[in-house]
């Protein structure tokens, strides 16, 4: 494997306006996982060194409307190059838990925020490829393991 690279859609544009009044803002892509060396073999991944990081911001509508927003993850994808797409892996930045990424969306976190509560939160998602002496096919020179990351946000307001 030589390199894989993560076309983001979310990026363009990368303000994504919901409800009105909450904007969901992503910034870090593209992801790109490195060539992978022995140690990394030896782990069984190769991590992306940089973060993509995401912001929710709410902007504006009545002070005290509580909005629960909530992102998520998901490929646009069902392939990842010649491997499965479950062997590219996203975890929240600090939790040590990795999920396997898919196409469906799998909620990476979720917040209730309001105007006059000054709560706006943000975060971002690490990546990494799982790899296996055996079991990882070879890339030919020119080729990179590939993907669309698709990350939403979604606003409810009772």
């Known amino acids: 494997m030589r390199r894989a690279i993560l076309a983001l859609a979310v990026l363009l544009p990368a303000r994504v306006f919901a409800q009105g009044s909450v904007v969901l803002t992503v910034s870090g892509g593209p992801v790109a996982v490195p060539a992978p060396a022995v140690a990394d073999y030896n782990a069984g991944f190769v991590l992306d060194p940089s973060a993509l990081s995401y912001n929710v911001n709410i902007a504006g509508g009545p002070p005290s409307t509580l909005h629960t927003t909530t992102v998520s993850v998901r490929s646009a994808s069902a392939t990842f190059g010649p491997t499965a797409l ?72 009772p």
């Open 86 to 157: 479950s062997n590219l892996q996203w975890s929240v930045n600090g939790s040590g838990v990795w999920q396997s990424l898919t196409t469906s969306n799998v909620t990476v976190e979720s917040h209730q925020i309001s105007r006059n509560a000054g709560n706006n939160w943000s975060n971002s998602l690490l990546f990494r490829c799982l790899i296996g002496w055996t079991n990882t096919p070879p890339s030919p020179p020119a080729a990179a393991y590939t993907t669309t990351l698709v990350i939403t946000l979604t606003v409810t307001t």
